[in-house]
């Protein structure tokens, strides 16, 4: 989670990155919801650069909508976070390597568990039709529970991550259930210790869009809490 990184943007943006005007822009627009089809109203949206600074921002309406418009490029990634909620009663939601276009929809779900860190590969020349995805979950109700017995300086960071199998996680590609091949659960190091991440491997489907790239969205459910998050990852194959 990068609680200090939204606090940030979020002052940032309040200092008038909404008052600039985009000559040509791209449009992206959505809903922020529940996992029960509620809309999340005043959720902030903010779009980042590849050093994660906002560029771009809005907040949602009654009907959790949004619209943001910037600079056509590439972008690092979309987040949402309604910060009345945040750490409290929800985490928040990513969608990664946002790609230029004209018009590109965008609908964050999100509620008690974050999905981080999504990157994707293929291997080269394996002739697998599969695609390997890594991502780090993160749990609102496992994270209380640590910080109720650790003080922050901890290194046990793998305790907020939730510990999964294949039928916990969904994805698809395209909008095609993809079938997981594989999970394997990676230690990964960080500053103050290590995270518990997972690399998995999935079928990648029979034809994909031309033009353009693939959307890979993953949904994960903590066995033991029912924590739920997805987060969205646009791949380009590479």
Known sequence: MRVILCLISLCLVSVGLNAQVVKNPMVISGYVRDFDDHPLD??????????FNPVAQTVTDSTGHYV???????????LAIRMSDYAKSRLEYWAWNIPPADTLMINPRYHRLEVYGLNA???????????????????????AKWLALHDTAGTQLSAVCSALAPKDISVTIDG????????????????????????????LPESRPTGGPSRIVLT??????SDKGEGLLFWSGQ
Request: glycine share 6%; with cysteine.
């Open 42 to 51: 005043s959720a902030n949206v903010l779009l980042q650069d590849r050093t």
């Open 68 to 78: 943001i418009r910037a600079e056509k490029r590439d972008y690092m990634a979309l």
């Open 121 to 143: 590969f293929a291997v080269q020349g394996s002739g697998s039709r599969s695609v390997f995805i890594y991502f780090r979950p993160m749990s609102l109700t496992r994270q």
């Open 176 to 203: 095609r259930v993809s079938k997981i091949l594989d999970l394997d659960e990676v230690k990964e190091t960080t500053k103050t210790g290590f995270m518990r991440g997972y690399l998995i491997q999935c079928a």
């Open 220 to 225: 994960v459910t903590d066995p033991e809490n």
